[in-house]
């Protein structure tokens, strides 16, 4: 039996026509992506437990763009693997998601009408709902990368995921991160952005899960720390890293975010440079991966996050004065 490497193309929901990894087994090919660890994409087809069906298909064409399609879905979480991995890579050397060369696997059509996608961790694996009335599956790029991104902290700092601010910080590297592969993908079909999921219309009025920018835009997320911050669900408490992120790659001051004209404040009223998305993503995942621990709250966040700055830039850098301006642009001090 002979398994051969191969680059099929793909038509999924959300990134036009993509090239994907695949495997011909016999003279069928499978939805195995040999290059990034063997990561596979499996049908649920409804159910919550299980591996599901590997996908697999005659011609090494998956996909038509419509989501009645079984294989849209797989086509769009296959590639979200795919250019995460490619991602933590080329960036920094990572070897997916543990850093030993093991692909994880993603299960779409999870469940009957699920409106959400998860990592989990005992089976390694990103799960996709299909959304309501099964027709909107939630296999946007930046949701797969925030939830690949969950393993990826669950293998380094493993923020504990509570209530809490160790749980802010764990989502909040989702989203970070989430922003920096879409930046980093030449994807001609979503453009961008520091939102968070607003390709899956998951608000049903086509704006987005999570804003980084201005997280209070939401009308629940936090701009910046407060003693309420402890208590709050780790989806709206990541709004003070995800804010903090954005400040330290954009900096305060006149922005134009998608296109409308922003004046971006800080906590003290005092500017922050921006450092630009690239040294601010390499901040963030050196001090989530080398400093930050299960116990991290937003006062360590804004230490780890300096000694990556040390590491990074020196210790008499403007860009180390900078992290630490912009954590009290979110109104986290020493
Ligand atoms: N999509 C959500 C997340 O990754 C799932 C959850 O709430 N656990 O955070
Ligand atoms: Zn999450
Ligand atoms: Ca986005």
């Known amino acids: 039996e002979f398994e051969t490497i191969h680059a099929g193309v793909g038509k999924g929901r959300f990134n036009g026509e993509v090239s994907l990894g695949s495997t011909l087994d016999g003279d069928v090919y499978e939805l195995t992506d040999a290059q990034r660890g063997g990561h596979r994409t499996y049908d649920l087809n ?54 030993d060369g093991v692909g994880a696997s993603s299960r779409v059509h999870y469940g009957n009408n699920v409106v959400n996608a998860y990592w989990d961790d005992d089976c390694f694996c990103m799960l996709y709902g299909d959304g309501e009335n099964n027709a909107n599956p939630l296999t946007a790029l930046d949701v797969a990368a925030h939830e690949m991104t969950h393993g990826v902290t669950s293998a380094t700092a493993d923020l504990y995921y509570y209530n809490g601010e160790s749980g802010g910080l764990n989502e909040g590297s989702s989203d970070i991160m989430a922003a920096a592969v879409e930046f980093f993908t030449d994807n001609p079909n979503d453009v961008p952005d520091y939102e968070v999921g607003e390709l899956i219309d998951i608000n049903g009025d086509g704006t987005p899960l999570r804003y980084m920018d201005q997280p209070s835009k939401d009308g629940i997320s936090q701009d910046y720390w407060s003693t309420d911050t402890e208590g709050l669900d780790p989806h709206f408490s990541s709004g003070v890293a995800n804010h903090f992120f954005y400040l330290l790659a954009e900096g305060s001051g006149q922005k134009t975010v998608n296109g409308v004209a922003y004046d971006s404040p800080t906590h003290d009223g005092e500017p922050v440079p921006g450092l630009g998305l690239h040294n601010a993503t390499n901040v963030w995942y050196r001090a989530l991966t080398t400093y930050m621990t299960s116990t991290t709250d937003y006062a360590g966040a804004r230490v780890a996050t300096l000694q990556a700055a040390a590491d990074l830039f020196g210790r008499s850098s403007e860009a180390y004065e900078a992290v630490g301006n912009t954590w009290a642009a979110v109104n986290v001090g020493p």
Do not use: M, S
């Open 46 to 99: 409804g159910a919550v437990g299980g591996t599901g069906t590997l996908f697999t298909d005659a011609d090494d064409i998956w996909g038509d763009g419509d989501p009645a399609n079984r294989q849209t879905a797989a086509v769009d979480a296959a590639y979200g693997a795919q250019q995460t991995w490619d991602f933590y890579q080329d960036r920094f050397g990572r070897d997916g998601i543990a850093d």
